[in-house]
C-alpha cells in the first residue's frame, strides 16, 4: 500500500479550488466525487483523505520543498480508483469546471483490460490525474 502521494503546486489556493473547490462552494469537489475529503489545511501543504481523520492513504498538496517551483513530471500520473462509472463522469466534469485541461474523457480503454473505464486530465499546475472504474461493465 502506498502510504501517501505529494502533488506539487505552483499556487496552493488555485490548487485548493481545483481538488476540493473551497468545500464545494463554486463546483463539485474532484476529490468528493470519489469519497475524498480535505482532513488538514496548513496552508502549505493541504492534506485529503477517505475520512476526516487522514488515516490510511492521503494526498498532500505543497510547493516543493526544494524552493523550486512546482512543475508536473513527464511520465509521472496520479490514477485515482472510482468504485462506478459515474464517478468517473463527476470527477473528470468537476476538474474541468475547476481550470483542469483535458488529456483524454470519461470511457472505455480496452486496450488496458476489459473492465477499464477511465478518464485523464491535468490540474492548473499541470500534473497528469487519472480516473479509473475497474468494475465490469454493468457498474
Not at 49 to 70: V, Y
Not at 81 to 92: L, P, S
Not at 100 to 105: A, K
Not at 119 to 128: I, M, Q, S, V, W
Request: hydrophobic share 35%.
Amino acid at each position: 500500500m502506498i502510504g501517501y502521494i505529494t502533488i506539487g503546486a505552483v499556487d496552493i489556493e488555485q490548487a485548493k479550488i481545483f481538488y476540493d473547490s473551497v468545500l464545494g462552494i463554486f463546483y463539485d469537489s474532484v476529490l468528493g466525487a470519489i469519497g475524498w475529503q480535505q482532513f488538514a489545511d496548513y496552508g502549505d501543504p493541504v492534506g485529503y483523505a477517505q475520512n476526516e481523520t487522514g488515516e490510511g492513504q492521503t494526498i498532500w498538496i505543497c510547493k516543493p520543498f526544494d524552493g523550486e517551483t512546482a512543475r508536473a513530471g513527464n511520465g509521472i500520473m496520479v490514477g485515482f480508483d472510482a468504485e462506478t462509472k459515474d464517478q468517473v463522469h463527476r470527477f473528470y466534469d468537476a476538474a474541468m469546471k475547476a481550470g483542469g485541461r483535458d488529456e483524454g474523457g470519461p470511457g472505455p480503454r480496452p486496450d488496458y483490460g476489459p473492465n477499464w473505464y477511465a478518464a485523464y486530465l491535468r490540474d492548473p499546475t499541470g500534473n497528469k490525474l487519472a480516473i479509473v472504474c475497474r468494475k465490469p461493465a454493468l457498474t
